[in-house]
């Protein structure tokens, strides 16, 4: 097979790449090494900056978007049985979040490739990138039972931090810098509807919970645990119970319960690969970069590395000059440590630290004063959630 980008990885980086890359006119080819039934079912993220509506708007993949997406214009902080409302167009000058799940992104994506093109295989197991510092990259995948070879111009990795791709750089060309938690998240869906009409960040006197939304009857709702909790010694009634104490507030508020359906456990974790390139090699997404969830910044960092990616590659195919190709690294950085300080400081802020005192705990409470009673505090934190712009 040939092809002038070979994409490694259907996630939603991957799938909106080939999208933008098919309607710039550049040939490109999808290796997905699991089934579509699958990757259409992984539950991730559900918050869009308005950078990546915009950008799905832009490739046509948003008429379910912005029939079944909820807009939010806000966030809730609550503490010490007090709630504070971030007011994001206030703050921003008119921005606003949408709750739109990850899985239903990959759908509408996976429906316009299959429709429209370009070629996307699933259950085609990338093996190895080959030369990619030759003009002429290889990928070597296992698809319907026999090793094939993809001959590409250009390969884009965006097959997660467990990927093949990250390992095709040498190891005097990397540098990873990464930061471990000391605790997870325990993330449950629930058959209820949702309790608020916008995200709480809550830090309670267990620890930090989250209550999120997937749709007007979908609740999406996440409690700090332990590194190593099994899911089996949370029962559902402990979880609401949980819950319900961590967002207690003084006045009239009740976190409705429900049906959980689902129940995993994630660890947290900050991680950013250097460079982002080598060679012919480029790397988008988780493939380059991990953030602890508190700040919802995954998705939409993945979504604007390949925004950029798709222009760099656009300009390449207009004029022939590979100046933006060339910068790629250094153009997505900037934005990846800024989105992975927000990530770091609210997750910070809002979790109990395991092993911290009460020095550690009045330090927390002060930032969270600090954003509640200053209109500049409150605006930074209201900038970096709605997405910082693109260096391109």
């Not at 910070?348 to 209109?375: C, E, K, W």
């Amino acid at each position: 097979m040939r092809t002038t980008v070979g994409i490694i990885g259907g996630g939603p980086a991957g799938l909106l790449l080939a999208r933008l890359l098919h309607r710039t006119g550049i040939d490109c080819v999808v290796l997905e090494s699991r089934a579509r039934a699958y990757v259409e079912q992984r539950q991730r993220a559900g918050m869009l900056e308005q950078g990546t509506v915009d950008a799905l708007r832009e490739c046509g993949a948003a008429d379910r978007l912005d029939a079944e997406g909820l807009i939010h214009h806000g966030i809730e902080l609550r503490f010490e049985r007090e709630r504070h409302r971030i007011d994001f167009p206030v703050l921003t000058g008119g921005r606003t979040v949408t709750i739109y799940a990850q899985t239903e992104i990959v759908k509408d994506l996976i429906a316009l490739q299959l429709a429209e093109g370009p070629p996307l295989l699933f259950e085609a197991e990338a093996l190895a990138v080959e030369k990619p510092e030759s003009q002429a990259p290889v990928v070597r995948f296992v698809h319907e039972g026999r090793e094939q070879m993809l001959s590409c111009d250009y390969v884009v990795g965006c097959d997660g931090s467990h990927g093949i791709a990250q390992g095709a750089f040498p190891a005097e060309v990397s540098c990873v810098y990464a930061h471990d938690y000391p605790y997870s998240w325990l993330g449950i869906l629930a058959d209820v509807p949702p309790s608020c009409e916008e995200l709480i960040y809550a830090r309670g006197p267990g620890g930090f919970a989250l209550h999120s939304m997937r749709s007007p009857s979908v609740s999406r709702l996440y409690l700090q645990v332990p590194n190593g909790t099994d899911v089996k010694d949370w029962p559902d009634d402990r979880i609401w119970d949980e819950l319900s104490a961590r967002f207690a507030i003084d006045g009239d508020w009740r976190l409705e319960r429900g049906p959980i359906t689902s129940k995993s456990v994630t660890p947290m974790r900050s991680c950013v690969h250097e460079p982002m390139c080598h060679g012919r090699l480029f790397l988008a997404g988780d493939a380059a970069h991990i953030v602890p969830p508190t700040g919802a910044k995954g998705l939409n960092l993945a979504v604007s590395d390949v925004r950029v990616l798709a222009r760099c590659f656009a300009e390449f195919h207009r004029t022939g000059s590979t100046q933006l190709l060339d910068h790629y690294s250094e153009l997505c950085l900037e934005r990846v440590w800024q989105a992975t300080r927000f990530s770091y400081d609210m997750t910070r802020m809002l979790h109990t630290q395991p092993n911290g005192d009460v020095f550690d705990r009045r330090m927390q409470l002060a930032r969270l004063r600090r954003i509640t009673a200053s209109r500049h505090a409150a605006a930074e934190l209201a900038a970096n959630y709605t997405g910082l712009p693109l260096a391109l």
